[in-house]
Each structure stands twice: as structure tokens, then as C-alpha cells.
């Protein structure tokens, strides 16, 4: 039954085009439905959920974009990204500071695997600083001789040179490996440390940022870390 303008002070109720929100339902039973009861024909699964990592899982449990929640020894609940498309999306702009020449070859992608002393549970986009501390030049020598001997190849492209106290670019952190788990699963790894970030998608910056690097994993000022995501080198 249409709505006729001439009835509408005769008492008629209006009555609402129920047809096309039938039809658009009919495309896919499981179409998003707001509150307010419109459908959006162009989304064809249902909302993402949500799971604050503050409360306490009993179990491993993945949801719909591929997280995984874990609790940890003292009860606690950590968050571990395994999608690669969101590790490369996760930027929350946490720096480690390295020695050089290391810290360059990391960026350079040269150099894939960072050991620590620590575990961190940390996963996704990594930004690189240098330390203060200027390298010697035989040590940078002997460095790089190791590295051609590691890869057999005499023409592995060194960076020019190796600045210190400065944002250098960043990594995806993909996996932190105790020891045992690297040697397993690198067994000519290139690192001996009790725990190893398994590190890919290198970049470097065109312009280094001054930083005054930190212990451990750190935050970067807002500002640098806004100035770095456009300064980076895509290759």
C-alpha cells in the first residue's frame, strides 16, 4: 500500500518501504545490521568483535582478524599479532636503540636477526636508533668480513657510513625466539643470544632524526614518529 498525501490528516498512518531492505537482505542473510535497523549492502560478513586484553582467557581463543590471546604465567593477557598484513599495519612508534655498525646493518637488511638478554612480547613495525657510541673503524671492518663470509658473497652493498644518536628507519618484528627455538628453526643463524627478534621488511629513512636513545624498547616522541612514517625509503 502506497502513501497517499491526501489522507495524511485522515488519521492514516504512514507506512515505511519495508521492500528494499528485504531485497538487500535476501543478497546475503548475513549483512551488516545497525542498531537502527538499515542494512549497508556492501558489507557481507558480520562486525568484527573485540576483546580487551585486560580480561582473563582460560584458554587460546583467534577471532575474526586473526588475533590470538594468550595468558601468560602471572594471569595476565598479551596480544599477539599473527597476520602479516597487521603486523605491517601496527605502528605504535616503539623504538631499540643498537650499537653501530649493527644498528645500520639491520636496517640495511643486511643483518635479519637482533639477539637480546630479554624476551619481549612485542610484534609489528620496529624503529631502529643509534646509539652514541662511534664505532671503531677495525671493528666495522671486521664486522663486515664476517658478513661476507656468512652470506659467501663479496659484493654485499655496506651502508657509506654509520651515524649514531639518530632514528635510522625501522623493521617488522615478526617472532622473538628464546635460544633453543632459534637454533630449531635457524640452524646457521647468525645470532648466539638467549632470545632473537626475527626481523623482515627493512627501511630506511632518507633523513636521519636526532634521538637520545633509551633502554630496551621505548617510545618515540610524537612528533619524530610522525616525521619518521613520512620520511621512509620504500624500495
Do not use: W
Given at each position: 500500500e502506497m502513501y497517499d498525501p491526501k489522507h495524511a490528516g485522515s488519521g492514516h498512518a504512514?507506512?515505511?518501504p519495508t521492500d528494499s531492505i528485504r531485497t538487500v537482505k535476501s543478497k546475503g542473510e548475513d549483512s551488516a545490521i545497525s542498531s537502527d535497523g538499515l542494512v549497508n549492502p556492501t558489507i557481507t560478513m558480520p562486525r568484527p568483535t573485540f576483546q580487551l586484553a585486560g580480561v582473563r582467557k582460560k584458554t587460546e581463543k583467534t577471532t575474526q582478524l586473526g588475533e590470538v590471546y594468550q595468558k601468560d604465567?602471572?594471569?595476565?593477557?598479551?596480544?599477539?599479532?599473527?597476520?602479516?598484513?597487521?603486523?605491517?599495519?601496527?605502528?605504535?612508534?616503539?623504538?631499540?636503540?643498537?650499537?653501530?655498525p649493527w644498528a645500520s646493518l639491520l636496517v640495511a637488511g643486511i643483518k635479519g636477526h637482533e639477539g637480546r638478554s630479554w624476551y619481549t612480547a612485542h610484534r609489528g613495525r620496529l624503529w631502529i636508533a643509534?646509539?652514541?657510541?662511534?664505532p671503531e673503524q677495525h671493528d666495522i671492518y671486521q664486522i663486515q668480513e664476517?658478513?661476507?663470509?656468512?652470506?659467501?658473497?663479496?659484493n654485499i652493498e655496506f651502508p657509506d657510513?654509520?651515524?649514531?644518536?639518530?632514528?635510522?628507519?625501522c623493521v617488522d618484528?615478526?617472532?622473538?625466539?628464546?635460544?633453543?627455538?632459534?637454533?630449531?628453526?635457524?640452524?646457521?643463524?647468525?645470532?648466539?643470544?638467549?632470545?632473537?627478534?626475527?626481523?623482515?621488511?627493512?627501511?630506511?629513512?632518507?633523513?636521519k632524526f636526532p634521538v637520545r636513545g633509551k633502554h630496551k624498547i621505548w617510545h618515540l616522541e610524537k612528533h619524530v614518529h610522525g616525521a619518521a612514517k613520512k620520511g621512509l625509503r620504500w624500495r
Open positions: 504512514k507506512k515505511q604465567t602471572l594471569g595476565k593477557v598479551r596480544l599477539r599479532i599473527q597476520d602479516k598484513e597487521l603486523q605491517e599495519m601496527r605502528d605504535e612508534g616503539m623504538c631499540l636503540s643498537m650499537h653501530q643509534a646509539a652514541a657510541k662511534v664476517n658478513y661476507i663470509a656468512y652470506y659467501q658473497d663479496e657510513s654509520y651515524p649514531t644518536s639518530c632514528l635510522l628507519g618484528v615478526i617472532d622473538c625466539l628464546s635460544l633453543e627455538e632459534y637454533q630449531e628453526q635457524f640452524p646457521h643463524g647468525e645470532s648466539s643470544s638467549p632470545y632473537v627478534l626475527v626481523c623482515e621488511n627493512p627501511k630506511q629513512l632518507v633523513v
